[in-house]
């Protein structure tokens, strides 16, 4: 069974920057592209950024290009999401997904192109 942890979130100040971890067990993580979202209370779930399976591809949300950037290591089997100069609204619970399969997303912003998810790690941006 595909399982996804990730970690390295917490409560941070403005401007600081984080490294979010994304780690793969039970599959190995070089045969499926792998997307970041994260979910503000009372918001709906978004895409931040999508990676495809030997990293030749990536993505940014558009609120988050320059700020943001994903990685992998498949040696590791783990997805980097590192975010630089955070701010009060990147406050949200983060997940990483696993799509389906190594093809990349058609539309890597859509929740449904992704199969597998973790259970999120928290992100609180405040001074």
């Known amino acids: 069974q595909l399982q996804l942890v990730e970690s390295g979130g917490g409560l941070v100040q403005p401007g600081a920057s984080l490294r979010l971890s994304c780690t793969a067990s039970?599959?190995?993580?070089?045969?499926?592209?792998i997307g970041w979202f994260r979910q503000a209370p009372g918001k709906e779930r978004e895409a931040v950024s999508c990676?495809?399976?030997?990293?030749?591809?990536?993505d940014y949300a558009d609120s988050v290009k320059g700020r943001f950037a994903i990685s992998r290591d498949n040696a590791k089997n783990t997805v980097y999401l590192r975010i630089h100069r955070l701010k009060p609204e990147d406050t949200a619970v983060y997940f990483c997904?696993?799509?389906?399969?190594?093809?990349?997303?058609?539309?890597?912003?859509?929740?449904?192109?992704?199969?597998?998810w973790g259970q999120g790690t928290q992100v609180t941006v405040s001074s």
């Open positions: 039970g599959f190995t993580l070089e045969d499926y592209a």
């Open positions: 997904a696993a799509g389906y399969g190594r093809d990349y997303p058609s539309h890597f912003w859509d929740p449904v192109e992704f199969g597998s």
């Open positions: 990676i495809s399976s030997f990293g030749h591809i990536t």
